[in-house]
């Protein structure tokens, strides 16, 4: 059976003061009043039905979710009682379909990710399913095709395309985020994708690659499965590790029996990850400016300014140029957009000197 993770951890710190640890950022309802977890969940509505969808968050956001998704069985929920990154949210999910499900087929999908148009974007993950079902041994991840020579994201540089699926390719290596000139040499050469960090597989086959690459991450998470009574117990003993690093690289480099391949993603596509890319999911005014809430901007071009703070407070500026300018009840932060990215580090500071009410 197809079943389909949506990834909910983390807690967005570069969406700081809008995201906070009692909010993380994929709950905020920022983009026309849904949330990002909502937008990724109707994004696979006609895919799979309600109890195919599993969500994995934080053990303290589970009834956040549950409430913003009411449609999920409440044993859908996944609560992590620690971060532990991307491959044990992925591994322990997996675990969990294999032992009541030895045949299920499991997408990962992010909550944190615009996609248009949707049908491009189910029409990709069919595909996906496709080969994945037919192949034991396939990883199969999504390459989005790039527009712009883009130093943010990591790539994928591909290979020849599978007999019965053109535009689905062999995976010759994993790419880190590139410098600029770096960038524009993959973009001119046209044998690399944006790395989506989207998968698809049986929950068998990744279970089997953990076997092989990381036997006691693959002999935890089934004892989790078995047990889940012991999750609080089990969970902080896993490897923190990212799947990427743990499955998908060594598993291109051959050192596994399985072989990855991506299905071409030609979409607009955007990883909400910080005030930049939100800036760009926003309406603008005439000069550029994103707006939102109780604002009021005179002579000022190309900023963001959010205004969530209550009890009427007004967000005014005048003369200000490609800023971040975001309120809430209890913070305001002010910093130029290409500086937008450490935002992270305000955060550490804050709460080296401050504490953590202000996290």
Request: aromatic share 6%.
């Amino acid at each position: 059976m197809r079943h389909v993770l949506i990834m909910a951890g983390g807690s967005g710190k570069r969406l700081w003061p809008l995201s906070r640890q009692d909010m993380p950022k994929q709950l905020l309802r920022i983009l026309g009043g849904k949330s990002l977890l909502r937008l990724a969940y109707d994004r696979l509505d006609g895919l799979v039905g309600p109890e195919q969808v599993w969500v994995c968050t934080g053990t303290d956001y589970a009834h956040v979710v549950a409430e913003e998704l009411p449609e999920l069985p409440p044993e859908n929920i996944l609560g992590e009682p620690e971060g532990r990154d991307s491959l044990n949210a992925i591994a322990w999910t997996a675990a969990v379909l294999a032992a009541s499900d030895p045949d299920a087929v499991m997408a990962v999908v992010a909550s944190d990710q615009i996609m248009r148009p949707t049908s491009t974007f189910q029409r990709a993950l069919r595909e996906g399913f496709e080969v994945a079902e037919a192949d034991e041994h396939a990883l199969v991840t999504f390459g989005v095709v790039p527009t712009t020579p883009h130093t943010g994201y990591g790539y994928l540089h591909w290979g020849e395309g599978l007999p019965d699926h053109p535009d689905v390719r062999r995976v010759l290596a994993f790419k880190e985020k590139p410098d600029r000139t770096t960038a524009e040499s993959y973009l001119d050469s046209g044998e690399y994708w944006w790395n989506s960090g989207m998968f698809i597989w049986r929950a068998t086959t990744v279970l089997d690659q953990l076997r092989q690459l990381l036997p006691d991450t693959h002999r935890l998470v089934t004892e989790l499965a078995a047990q889940p009574d012991r999750l609080a117990e089990i969970y902080p003993k896993l490897a923190k590790i990212s799947v990427d690093y743990a499955v998908m690289e060594p598993a291109s480099q051959g050192r596994t029996n399985a072989h990855v391949v991506a299905v071409q993603l030609p979409i607009t596509w955007h990883d909400v990850g910080g005030f930049p890319s939100l800036r760009g999911q926003l309406p603008w005014d005439d000069h550029g400016n994103a707006v939102s809430g109780t604002t009021v901007v005179v002579g000022s071009r190309d900023n963001l300014v959010l205004n969530r703070a209550g009890n009427g407070r007004l967000l005014a500026a005048i003369g200000m140029h490609d800023t971040v300018m975001v309120q809430t009840d209890q913070i305001t932060v002010v910093c130029p957009l290409g500086e937008a990215e450490r935002v992270k580090e305000l955060v550490a500071e804050v709460t080296a000197r401050l504490g953590p009410d202000y996290a």
